[in-house]
């Protein structure tokens, strides 16, 4: 099982890609070298990740409810792995779409969201096969530090909102020895450019979202257009 907080302990992944992105930002290392479908059967073992303790669910119930807009709406959980998230989100009366690499994750997400209001595609987080579709949100949990360009997929990701959409991003910088993520100054900085308000919440002094107390740099953006 491979975790975004074991990198101080198992060996770092591979980076895809040396060259920087076009903003010049590059990514200090990416996971895209991981097999996610390999992964997907464990994933949810993690407390954040299956959220099975009835706590930690509840602790990412309650952000999400601030993040997303009160009324029902339509969410992108892109790089969705199994629904986490989505189900969440379905569970606070939204409809979700989400988009995922790894067929496996795409079919453990279809699993736990039997019956509900969402769909689920395999594609590229960077440019999600979703067509003419518009969003009220673009979620993204721990997806856009890995990507090669995070600039280059903020600009898409900003043109799949509809007016007054909002971007949800929630990622972090992982371990202190060889710490590997996107610190929120890079990103504030990168949405600047293009959202009219933008908020971060610093999110490593709430244990219940680990289910363990940590002490890396972890935050959430909620950035409107
Ligand atoms: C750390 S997991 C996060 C999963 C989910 N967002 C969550 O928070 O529980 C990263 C996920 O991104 C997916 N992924 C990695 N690169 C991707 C890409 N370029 N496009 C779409 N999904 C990608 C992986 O398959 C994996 O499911």
Not at 6 to 19: F, G, I, M, V
Not at 41 to 67: I, S, Y
Not at 76 to 89: I, K, W
């Amino acid at each position: 099982m491979t975790n975004i907080d074991d990198h101080e302990t198992s060996r770092p992944p591979e980076t895809s890609s040396n060259s920087p992105a076009a903003d010049g930002f590059s990514p200090v290392s990416t996971h895209l070298a991981v097999d996610w479908d390999a992964e997907a059967a464990t994933f949810d073992d993690e407390p954040d990740h299956g959220l099975r303790d009835p706590a930690v669910k509840e602790a990412w119930a309650d952000r999400l409810r601030d993040w997303l807009p009160r009324h029902a709406c339509d969410v992108l959980d892109l790089g969705c792995g199994t629904g986490s998230l989505s189900l969440l989100a379905t569970e606070q009366g939204h409809r979700v779409t989400g988009v995922d690499a790894a067929p496996a994750m795409v079919d453990l997400a279809r699993a736990k969201l039997a019956g509900r209001p969402a769909v689920f595609l395999v594609g590229d987080a960077a440019a999600p096969p979703v067509g003419e579709e518009r969003f009220d949100v673009v979620l993204v949990r721990h997806l856009l530090w890995a990507l090669p360009d995070p600039g280059r997929a903020l600009r898409h990701w900003r043109g799949l909102l509809r007016p007054g959409g909002r971007l949800v991003l929630v990622e972090g910088v992982w371990g202190t020895l060889a710490p590997v993520g996107i610190p929120a100054e890079r990103l504030t900085g990168l949405l600047t450019p293009l959202a009219a308000d933008i908020r971060v919440e610093r999110l490593s002094q709430d244990a219940r979202l680990w289910g363990k107390q940590v002490t890396d740099e972890r935050y959430a953006v909620v950035a409107r257009l």
